[in-house]
């Protein structure tokens, strides 16, 4: 399985915007590129995701390097509940198992 | 908007004894999930479950694992004699199809397992 790298670590101010990279330099050609986080005590959340083009949805946006070797989840606003460990995860386009691979994910932290 | 349930929030079990978890997914979803967290540590694939069969599992899910679905609505994890390294949260999660494109998965809050 493809790997990803993420910092472990980010911080931001309330109301500011977020980029949270995402490495991933191994990807194959038809591997989509999934976000998810998991805030305190609770399951993971779909965030958002995407294959070559820059994608929006209520949550956020990602924005995809021209080679897919890396990607960005950006959010445009933060809130104090949107701190959370972002995991960023690659599916293989011919899987069929539905099966996510997570890894160490970054915890965002935003202060008020 | 619905959501995958998971009962109960907490158990406390001994070393040995056998453990059921609940889950009721989102109830037109097909393809069914269970993950682990052990604390401090990354959530970890065990099984998925498609047409009442297991359709891949981990190294993780072994003989003292099993799930079921008993009654169409319900899908539920049991482990036959549970360890001290069986303590950790664990995740249901349903999704409607399988596929890369659309198939997001919907966690629960998760139960966790404490044995002591």
């Known amino acids: 399985d493809a790997k990803t790298t993420q910092p472990n670590s980010m911080e931001s101010n309330e109301e500011e915007p977020v980029h949270l990279p995402c490495n991933h330099s191994?990807?194959?050609?038809?591997?989509?590129i999934h976000w998810y986080r998991q805030l305190p005590s609770q399951g993971p959340e779909y965030v958002i995701h995407?294959?070559?083009s820059n994608v929006n949805n209520r949550m956020a946006s990602l924005a995809i390097a021209e080679d897919r070797k890396s990607s960005t989840l950006i959010l445009h606003r933060a809130t104090l509940r949107d701190a959370a460990v972002y995991y960023c995860?690659?599916?293989?386009?011919?899987?069929?198992?539905?099966?996510?691979?997570f890894g160490q994910g970054t915890t965002l932290q935003v202060k008020p | 908007e619905p959501e995958v349930t998971q009962t109960p929030s907490h158990q406390v079990t001994q070393m040995g004894q056998e453990v059921i978890l609940h889950c009721v997914p989102i109830?037109?979803?097909?393809?069914f999930y269970w993950y682990r967290q052990i604390l401090g540590q990354k959530v970890e694939f065990l099984v998925s479950?498609?047409?009442?069969?297991?359709?891949?599992k981990s190294e993780i899910f072994d003989d003292q694992f099993s799930v079921e679905r008993p009654d169409g609505s319900n899908f539920t994890l049991k482990i036959r004699s549970t360890k001290l390294e069986d303590s950790a949260m664990y995740f249901c999660?349903?999704?409607?199809?399988?596929?890369?494109?659309?198939?997001?998965?919907?966690f629960g809050e998760g139960s966790r397992l404490t044995v002591l």
């Open positions: 999660a349903s999704s409607e199809v399988r596929t890369t494109n659309t198939g997001e998965l919907f």
């Open positions: 191994t990807i194959s050609g038809t591997d989509y």
């Open positions: 995407g294959l070559t």
């Open positions: 995860i690659l599916r293989p386009g011919s899987s069929n198992t539905g099966k996510l691979i």
């Open positions: 109830s037109n979803h097909l393809y």
């Open positions: 479950f498609y047409n009442n069969e297991i359709s891949e």
